[in-house]
């Protein structure tokens, strides 16, 4: 199990830009294969982007395409999803996840709140 806590949530306007973060607790962070959810309001969770532990192949939903990238930094275990042209639609709780390899159980944060409104 990986311990991971999410920051940089918060309240922005249509438009506007948000950076989060996760920070993993773990060794051998890099061979974690990482991705962002979120589930708005009364909806299901819903897979934002990923990231492999190398950093270098990156998949989006079509729905953040353009605008939200995704990125980790090995060397401090964090990895990161910058947001940009926000929507209202973007509103929801997003959620760090760490599986090692396929088939593993995964790990989340807690998660983080984002809110898209003016």
């Known amino acids: 199990q990986v311990h991971l806590v999410e920051s940089g949530g918060g309240l922005v306007q249509p438009g506007g830009s948000l950076t989060l973060s996760c920070t993993a607790s773990?060794?051998?962070?890099?061979?974690?294969?990482m991705r962002w959810y979120r589930q708005p309001p009364g909806k299901e969770r819903e897979l934002v982007a990923s990231?492999?532990?190398?950093?270098?192949?990156?998949n989006y939903a079509d729905s953040v395409k353009g605008r939200f990238t995704i990125s980790r930094d090995n060397a401090k275990n964090t990895v990161s999803l910058e947001m940009s042209r926000l929507k209202p639609e973007d509103t929801a709780a997003y959620y760090c996840n760490a599986q090692r390899r396929a088939g593993d159980v995964s790990s989340w944060g807690q998660g983080t709140q984002v809110t898209v409104s003016s």
């Open positions: 773990v060794e051998f962070f890099s061979i974690y294969f």
């Open positions: 990231i492999t532990g190398d950093g270098i192949t990156k």
